[in-house]
Each structure stands twice: as structure tokens, then as C-alpha cells.
Nanobody, 125 residues
Framework: QVQLVESGGGSVQAGGSLRLSCAAS????????IGWFRQAAGKEREGVAA???????SYADSVKGRFTISKDNAKNTLTLQMNSLKPEDTAMYYC???????????????????WGQGTQVTVSS
């Protein structure tokens, strides 16, 4: 049973930083992707950043240069460092994983099978 547990959300002023963590367990697949997605009120869930099993990384254009995703295989954790936060970054952030990952679908939320419960990030102006 795959379990993904997020932590680290909260409230911050614009320009501030937050660090999200995702603890993964029960995941035995080798050809996987794992990433961060977010859903703002009234909007569709969108990909923020994801890591392919071969190590390649993809970022949404809106977060490039501000967010950094990293994966610690020894600890089975995924981290999202978010700097220079903007009010438009306000959303529920989810950690997600999938097996048999196609690099072209790394940022496609619909293609992911396993999801955490989410952690709220609120950025005030």
C-alpha cells in the first residue's frame, strides 16, 4: 500500500519561503515519477514540479527559478523548497506518485495514481 504524507504547509507573506516534505512508503516500483501538484480554489489541479525515475526534473513555468524539488532516496522523502512566494501560489499542495512513468506525462495530474492528503499553502500580499 503506497502512502504519501505531506507536511510543511502554512501561511507566509509574499516574498517569503516555505519547505514542503513528502514521506513516501510502500512504494516498490522502479520506473516511477513522483512530484508536487497544487489546486487553487475554483481551479484545476496542476503540476508544480516532478522527478522522473531517471533523475530528470520538470517544473511548471510559473515556478521556475523560485521552487526547487529534490528527492532523498535513502529517506524516501520528496522536498519542495519554495522561495519568493507570490499570492498566486496559494493552493492546496499535493504529493503524488505513479509507476511506469512516461516522461511526457510527468506533469499530468490525471496520470498519477497515488496521492497524499495535501497541505495548504497561503501567501498573503
Amino acid at each position: 500500500q503506497v502512502q504519501l504524507v505531506e507536511s510543511g504547509g502554512g501561511s507566509v507573506q509574499a516574498g517569503g519561503s516555505l519547505r514542503l516534505s513528502c514521506a513516501a512508503s510502500g512504494y516498490a516500483h522502479s520506473n516511477y515519477c513522483i512530484g508536487w501538484f497544487r489546486q487553487a480554489a475554483g481551479k484545476e489541479r496542476e503540476g508544480v514540479a516532478a522527478v522522473h525515475w531517471d533523475g530528470s526534473i520538470s517544473y511548471a513555468d510559473s515556478v521556475k527559478g523560485r521552487f526547487t524539488i529534490s528527492k532523498d532516496n535513502a529517506k524516501n522523502t520528496l522536498t519542495l523548497q519554495m522561495n519568493s512566494l507570490k499570492p498566486e501560489d496559494t493552493a492546496m499542495y499535493y504529493c503524488a506518485a505513479r509507476a511506469w512513468c512516461n516522461r511526457y506525462l510527468m506533469m499530468a495530474a490525471y496520470s498519477y495514481a497515488y496521492w497524499g492528503q495535501g497541505t495548504q499553502v497561503t501567501v498573503s500580499s
